[in-house]
């Protein structure tokens, strides 16, 4: 048996930014990252997605809306109808969303401003494989970065999210309280990511691929990226 | 009305912004009479804003050589070399005349086109930064441009993915009629893969890449080349419009058409767009250009070759490639979704010529066009010495209440309802962002720190544009230190009134001095630069506002700076105890005192201090933070943010002084007592004070045991937001 590093498909659009950024992250907890461009119908072999933060077709129409129809989209369907772990930041949760994969929509944010910020994340699930390597109640701290991440279900699609238990993060004090002051962006219920019911993927609005690299910040986004590699 | 191919008069020369001398001239130089289009060209190609004409004779006086630069003055931007075969490329540019017609795309389009200056390099952009001037918040206008430039600076970049991490925002009813916005950009590129703008070898091909050509910004470049009246707002139409979306595209395609070798030379299409981009890189090649202006894709109909030299639609280069790489190119640009056609090409001589469905359009020499171009030795009266001011009596006077007026003003203030509107985490690279003293990002891949600042104190300026000029150079080189880099190169954008004023020329003359005495003395050349005149409404100028942006390096990042304090820290002073209060923002903000004598510099005393500063930090021994706008005590604030602190001021010297003085190379450092030792060996030589420690809930000064000032951490959390408040009440 020879040693491979599990390869991890970062998927560009035409506006991605975060791409690099997510390569460099993969590459940090020892996957193989690989670009896929967002024409390619297969995912060139990979056993894992990252689908990166940007402004993927320049968030016409709605942020994720046209890179959700893209051929590479049918790709990650298939790869996450197959349990393949897939993992979206910012951008990359608002395709998800969009193509369907997690519940619910985004809207723009309260304060209908850009924003660009510290924040801290309570833990919800710590028993999916993307979520391994946190616990449960554990406080992260991590940026945010963007103008459309007010997380909104109708009534019974957040019923079914909370009865499924499908909240990943969400947004709190320090102690890890959760209440309206702590929220920035005004989303439902502080929902800062969200876990499909397989458990397979997970959507973030932040950013852990900045935070991997201990000389930038503390590495709370390591514990993402990793799970990603390790599962993938 | 004309068409385009009717011959010119001088009533058109005198409507397109020439005088009747430069009329004149362009008639002797061309030997015959321009038509339209030719008129078109050669006015926007002599507007102050793209030749220079009123500040080239005093720009020489800068310093622009030195060691480390790659690339100075005259291309898209300057080059220095910052190790292991690494470029920085930077430049600074204005946008504000159309930012004050229209902020939010004024802004953006200012951001896009710094972005291209760089990129054009062949550089990847890495950060930018924005030196703000407004008016009166009082004013409902003005809060309206502050919030539409902010947004426009924010949706730019974030959407391109380069991370604003610096700059400046500042007020004075000086800037009610003509607000500022500077942006500058910093990009990284290895020193054997710079391109340039120089067109070459004949027979290659001339490509047009980007959006579509529409009737946007026509005569951008005149308009910023004049000054306004009440019918501003009029100006609207020459606005450009920006889309972050297809920059984005064009730099991902440019850099990597310029990767795979396939560029010869490029230019993006800035002012005047594609009269500047074609003569210049012609003028620099020393080359001719033939051009089929029928197949610059459109976005309007029936748009003539006036319009089509003359758009400034945005997000537009142009290229040229050898002949057999041209389909190679265009498969590219398809790739990443782009236009990209093919124009015309490189021609023997120096003439441009362009032909319109099938017939001439102008066929004119490039020299008189570029380098003939007027230059003027404008008549200039230096601004008389100010004379030092009275100070008032500070005897029983209330400091907290004082301190609380300036750390709750929008000048003094935080700028975090600014700056958390911009992406500062895009890139994975940024170790200090904006609320420290300058930005510092790794170079991809590297250890590499590269740090930048803006700065420009413009009511210091408006005293004394020489002194004042040198202190923003010198205040630049203190905040570089903070985070340990040492200066490596200067870009500057000079904001003034009229020219044709002589008051306004001499304070600009004056200013150049100062800037350029002060980076001869620190040995740090100015690479690149812009210079924005006319910025005066109804008679009225701006302040004298010349902004430096510097660019320092950390040979190798150990550790990321902090400007914080945190529990048990002992708290020094760096240099002289006291400042000087002559000229300070607490007299003119507190007092209404706008008088004073601004210092020149102590450039050997500033050297030593940074130098000492910077060892320190790198060394990750100390939390740096220069004394500069409010003095002591607003800096104190901006450190204190999870712990409080109590400081006493030596029992011999003025309270006043010691709080809000400024000038001169004064630092406070914080550090844990375990390194005191080492930090006061290190600094042997330079004057170091113990001034206190952070500890407590609260910002404190004792003096002769009272206390003067007491603020608690909420209090001051809560001022420091007040002044810039009305940003987040949507």
């Keep these: ?232 | 009305m004309k068409r385009w191919d009717d011959g010119a008069e001088l009533a058109d020369a005198l409507d397109h912004g020439l005088s009747p001398q430069e009329w004149e001239r362009l008639l002797t130089a061309l030997g015959r009479t321009p038509n339209l289009t030719e008129l078109g060209i050669f006015a926007a190609l002599w507007s102050e804003h793209c030749s220079y004409k009123s500040s080239r004779v005093h720009l020489t006086n800068l310093p622009t050589s030195g060691p480390r630069v790659v690339q100075g003055p005259g291309e898209n931007a300057g080059a220095v070399d910052i190790g292991e075969g690494w470029v920085a490329v930077f430049k600074v540019e204005s946008h504000n005349h159309p930012s004050f017609i229209e902020p939010y795309q004024g802004a953006a389009t200012g951001v896009g086109g710094i972005l291209r200056d760089v990129f054009t390099m062949g550089a990847r952009p890495v950060m930018l930064l924005d030196s703000l001037r407004f008016g009166e918040l009082s004013l409902p206008r003005m809060r309206y441009l502050v919030d539409g430039v902010v947004r426009g600076i924010g949706d730019y970049g974030n959407c391109v993915g380069v991370p604003t991490l610096g700059g400046e925002v500042d007020f004075d009813p000086a800037y009610n009629g003509n607000i500022l916005v500077n942006a500058m950009c910093v990009g990284v590129a290895r020193k054997d893969k710079l391109f340039f703008a120089r067109a070459q070898g004949a027979g290659n091909r001339v490509i047009y890449l980007g959006s579509k050509t529409g009737r946007d910004g026509i005569h951008g470049a005149t308009m910023a080349s004049d000054t306004f009246d009440e019918t501003a707002e009029q100006k609207r139409p020459t606005v450009q419009v920006g889309d972050p979306f297809t920059e984005k595209l064009l730099i991902e395609a440019c850099l990597e058409l310029m990767e795979k070798g396939l560029v010869v030379a490029i230019q993006d299409m800035g002012a005047a767009g594609l009269t500047s981009s074609a003569f210049e890189m012609a003028a620099r090649g020393g080359c001719g250009l033939e051009l089929d202006l029928s197949r610059v894709p459109v976005r309007a109909e029936g748009m003539t070759p006036y319009e089509l030299m003359l758009s400034e639609s945005q997000e537009r280069m142009l290229l040229v490639a050898r002949p057999q790489d041209v389909q190679e190119i265009f498969a590219i640009c398809h790739r990443w979704g782009l236009d990209a056609c093919d124009i015309g090409e490189v021609v023997e001589g120096r003439e441009v010529v362009a032909y319109w469905k099938g017939e001439l359009a102008f066929r004119l020499p490039v020299a008189p066009l570029v380098d003939a171009a007027p230059r003027y030795e404008r008549p200039f009266q230096l601004p008389p010495s100010p004379s030092a001011v009275t100070l008032p009596s500070f005897s029983g006077r209330n400091f907290s209440e004082d301190l609380r007026r300036l750390l709750a003003s929008p000048h003094l203030g935080s700028k975090r309802a600014v700056y958390q509107q911009y992406d500062q985490t895009v890139g994975a690279a940024t170790l200090a962002g904006p609320g420290g003293e300058a930005a510092l990002v790794l170079v991809p891949g590297t250890r590499i720190g590269l740090a930048a600042t803006t700065d420009c104190n413009a009511f210091a300026c408006s005293l004394d544009p020489y002194a004042g000029a040198a202190q923003a150079v010198v205040e630049a080189l203190r905040n570089l230190a903070c985070v340990g880099a040492e200066p490596v190169g200067v870009t500057d954008c000079l904001n003034f009134g009229s020219p044709e004023n002589p008051q306004v020329m001499g304070q600009f003359v004056a200013a150049v001095q100062g800037l350029g005495d002060a980076c001869r003395a620190l040995g740090v050349p100015v690479v690149s630069g812009n210079v924005s005149f006319y910025n005066e409404t109804s008679g009225q100028a701006i302040l004298p506002t010349p902004t430096v942006g510097m660019v320092g390096v950390v040979p190798w990042v150990l550790h990321r700076p902090r400007f914080t304090l945190r529990d048990g820290d002992l708290v020094a002073l760096l240099g002289p105890v006291v400042g000087q209060l002559n000229g300070s923002r607490y007299l003119q903000l507190v007092w209404d005192i706008k008088a004073g004598v601004i210092p020149h510099p102590d450039y050997q005393g500033e050297k030593t201090a940074a130098e000492l500063v910077r060892s320190l930090v790198r060394l990750g021994l100390v939390a740096a933070r220069d004394i500069s706008d409010g003095g002591l005590a607003v800096i104190l604030a901006e450190m204190c943010d999870e712990i409080g602190v109590r400081v006493s001021i030596p029992g011999d010297v003025s309270p006043a002084s010691f709080l809000f003085g400024e000038w001169g190379p004064r630092y406070l450092l914080a550090f844990p007592e375990r390194f005191q030792e080492a930090v006061a060996a290190a600094a042997e030589g330079v004057p170091f004070l113990i001034v206190g420690r952070a500890e407590g809930d609260a910002l404190v000064v004792v003096h002769d045991d009272e206390e003067l000032i007491w603020l608690s951490l909420v209090e001051l959390a809560h001022l420091r937001e007040q002044g810039l408040r009305f940003l987040e009440e949507t």
């Design chain 1, 1 to 232: 048996m020879t040693w491979r590093r599990p390869k991890i498909g970062v998927v560009r659009f035409p506006g991605s930014n975060r791409d690099a950024d997510a390569m460099r992250a993969v590459e940090l907890c020892g996957g193989e990252a690989v670009p896929v461009w967002h024409e390619s119908e297969d995912l060139l072999g990979v056993t894992g997605v990252l689908i990166p933060g940007g402004f993927s077709y320049g968030d016409y129409l709605r942020a994720g809306a046209m890179a959700a129809h893209s051929p590479v989209m049918k790709a990650v369907r298939k790869h996450a109808e197959a349990g393949g772990p897939v993992l979206g930041i910012c951008n990359g949760l608002q395709i998800l969303l969009e193509a369907g994969l997690l519940p619910g929509a985004m809207l723009p944010n309260r304060s209908l401003r850009f924003i660009h910020k510290e924040v801290f994340l309570r833990v919800e699930r710590d028993d999916t494989p993307l979520l391994g390597k946190l616990r449960c109640g554990q406080v992260l701290r991590l940026p945010i970065a963007h103008k459309e991440g007010n997380w909104f279900a109708p009534p019974e699609v957040f019923q079914e999210v909370e009865r499924q238990r499908l909240i990943a993060l969400r947004y709190c004090s320090a102690e890890g309280e959760v209440a309206e002051a702590y929220n920035p962006n005004g989303a439902l219920a502080a929902v800062a990511g969200l876990t499909n019911r397989e458990g397979n993927v997970l959507g973030m609005m932040p950013h852990p691929e900045c935070r991997v690299d201990p000389f930038l910040g503390e590495p709370f986004g390591k514990p993402f990226i990793a799970a990603l590699v390790e599962v993938s």
